[in-house]
């Protein structure tokens, strides 16, 4: 790993930059020393990336494109035949790191900004010229982090199952964006905890035993439902937004990279 050619490329964007050791952390149940981490840090200066890698592993960093205005670079890890791209930059208040799907090569900051968007959300920007594309806010959605909203004016909701102030969060976890008014339907029914925080289907949960119930606190929740939400959208670490009229929810796309088990920041 050239240090100076990546500390050269963080200062470049704007961003502080260390490197340490990976450290051994679980991995789908099993304990594992992982070749690369990417984390977010902060000191008595502020937010800085942190890069650990191996000191055995042979993986190799390259950034690939720096977007200083917009803050913004993409990263590749790469060892033997394999590759992964990240997304690294700034948004609204804090930086974040983003895993960019393995089916999507990308070597651009715009490309890797389009691969992150939801099929739902790239299809309604191909009529907005393209310095619109990548506002928070667009005539084809808004956005807060990760999460798209999408205009939904057709949605047919039961005011009955209206949900107020309720959170949303992602599978893996994060800050949750309270709205204001939510509405979910369909998904499939699993049980989370700590232990399964993407959540057990039913079948998965029937199989435990009795004692592996007990070591964790579980709650029955839906995952993959329709939501659809309007009104105030708070995050404790983005600004507010206001959707008049209901609109889907979208997330992005990093949950489908392979990459993700290297990004230890995740809100």
Same mark, same amino acid.
């Given at each position: 790993?050239?240090?100076?050619? $990546?500390?050269? @490329?963080?200062?470049?964007?704007?961003?502080?930059?260390?490197?340490?050791?990976?450290?051994?952390?679980?991995?789908?149940?099993?304990?594992?020393? @992982?070749?690369?981490?990417?984390?977010?840090?902060?000191?008595?200066?502020?937010?800085?990336?942190?890069?650990?890698?191996?000191?055995? @592993? &042979?993986?190799? $960093?390259?950034?690939?494109?720096?977007?200083?205005?917009?803050?913004?670079?993409?990263?590749?890890?790469?060892?033997?035949?394999?590759?992964? +791209?990240?997304?690294?930059?700034?948004?609204? +208040?804090?930086?974040?790191?983003?895993?960019?799907?393995? /089916? &999507?090569?990308?070597?651009?900051?715009?490309?890797? $900004?389009?691969?992150?968007?939801?099929? &739902?959300?790239?299809?309604?920007?191909?009529?907005?010229? /393209?310095?619109? #594309?990548?506002? #928070?806010?667009?005539?084809?959605?808004? +956005?807060?982090?990760?999460?798209?909203?999408?205009? /939904?004016?057709?949605?047919?909701?039961?005011?009955?199952?209206? $949900?107020?102030?309720?959170?949303?969060?992602?599978? #893996?976890?994060?800050?949750?964006?309270?709205?204001?008014?939510?509405?979910?339907?369909?998904?499939? &029914?699993?049980?989370?905890?700590?232990?399964?925080?993407?959540?057990?289907?039913?079948?998965?949960?029937?199989?435990?035993?009795?004692?592996?119930?007990?070591?964790?606190?579980w709650r029955v929740m839906r995952r993959n439902p329709k939501v659809y939400v309007r009104g105030s959208i708070r995050h404790s670490d983005r600004k507010t937004v206001i959707l008049n009229g209901w609109h889907e929810v979208f997330s992005n796309t990093e949950h489908l990279s392979y990459a993700m088990r290297d990004i230890v920041f995740?809100?």
């Amino acid at each position: 790993m050239n240090v100076s050619v $990546l500390e050269r @490329a963080f200062t470049k964007m704007g961003a502080r930059v260390k490197f340490g050791q990976a450290e051994v952390r679980r991995l789908e149940g099993r304990r594992m020393l @992982a070749d690369l981490a990417l984390d977010v840090r902060e000191d008595g200066r502020g937010e800085y990336f942190l890069v650990s890698l191996n000191s055995v @592993a &042979t993986t190799e $960093l390259v950034v690939l494109d720096v977007q200083p205005k917009d803050h913004h670079l993409v990263l590749m890890s790469r060892s033997g035949k394999e590759k992964h +791209r990240y997304l690294l930059g700034h948004d609204e +208040r804090h930086w974040f790191v983003a895993g960019i799907p393995e /089916a &999507t090569p990308v070597s651009r900051v715009r490309d890797a $900004l389009r691969a992150l968007k939801p099929e &739902t959300v790239q299809a309604g920007e191909q009529i907005l010229r /393209a310095k619109d #594309r990548n506002r #928070r806010r667009n005539s084809a959605r808004v +956005r807060q982090g990760e999460s798209f909203f999408v205009p /939904a004016p057709d949605a047919a909701v039961d005011a009955v199952m209206i $949900l107020r102030n309720e959170p949303l969060v992602r599978s #893996r976890g994060g800050k949750p964006h309270i709205c204001q008014e939510v509405y979910r339907f369909g998904g499939e &029914t699993v049980y989370v905890s700590a232990r399964a925080p993407n959540g057990l289907t039913e079948s998965e949960y029937a199989s435990l035993s009795e004692q592996e119930r007990q070591r964790s606190n579980w709650r029955v929740m839906r995952r993959n439902p329709k939501v659809y939400v309007r009104g105030s959208i708070r995050h404790s670490d983005r600004k507010t937004v206001i959707l008049n009229g209901w609109h889907e929810v979208f997330s992005n796309t990093e949950h489908l990279s392979y990459a993700m088990r290297d990004i230890v920041f995740l809100d």
